[in-house]
């Protein structure tokens, strides 16, 4: 039984075996919620020789606690929101939309980052496997769920690491196959439950997924 990760590589190797039937498979792709996402996702990609690549998602913060969710927006432009935070501390439309634009600028520049002008692989009739660190509110990663169901692929997986068991209650029935080995009763952080979570910077990012390309070949 799993503690704890040593670091997001150790976490990415472990997902990888539950992952193994997945190898090689022909129109299976890895996706990676950056940043922190990537270095979990990556270790999936080499392990399976499958394509890596990112998909975006910005959090929502509440004004003036940026730390706090109140939803998360993903490329392809679904929109998830904490309605329980929302009404609790009333939150005005004006300051969503302000959020909001500001986190898709920011959306936008790690996209122009990350992949640069290189074209979104098809993802209609795909297997996605998703893939993030770990999972706090959820609505991250739901929003990416709702994009990506946009897309019809053909199987939608989420893989994480770490995850509250109620959050897992959740996301299980969003998708076709949901792997998360470590479910606490209680999450506090999901930081928590690694040794090493430093910070994943944009240079990491732009580094695995360039390293990642020479996966693409094999199958």
Not at 138 to 152: E, M, N, P, Y
Request: proline share 5%; with cysteine.
């Amino acid at each position: 039984m799993i503690q704890n990760y040593s670091n997001r590589e150790e976490a990415g190797k472990i997902l990888a075996k539950l992952l193994h039937s997945y190898a090689g498979q022909k129109d299976a792709l890895v996706l990676a919620l950056p940043r922190g996402g990537v270095p979990v996702a990556y270790e999936i990609a080499k392990a399976l020789h499958l394509p890596l690549d990112v998909f975006i998602v910005r959090k929502l913060g509440v004004p003036g606690h940026s730390e706090l969710a109140m939803g998360a927006i993903a490329m392809g432009g679904a929109t998830v929101f904490n309605d329980d935070i929302v009404h609790e501390l009333q939150i005005s439309q004006t300051e969503i939309n302000r959020v909001i634009a500001t986190e898709e600028q920011e959306l936008l520049r790690r996209q122009a980052v990350y992949r640069g002008d290189k074209p979104f692989p098809p993802l209609r009739g795909k297997t996605i496997i998703l893939v993030d660190d770990g999972v706090a509110t959820g609505a991250t990663i739901r929003s990416a769920i709702l994009s990506l169901k946009k897309v019809q692929p053909a199987t939608l997986i989420v893989a994480v690491p770490v995850a509250d068991r109620s959050i897992c209650k959740i996301l299980q029935p969003l998708v076709d196959e949901f792997y998360c080995p470590l479910q606490p009763d209680q999450l506090y952080a999901v930081g928590a439950w690694y040794e090493d979570f430093s910070q994943t910077e944009d240079e990491e990012v732009f580094s695995l997924l360039r390293k990642a390309e020479k996966f693409k070949a094999v199958h």
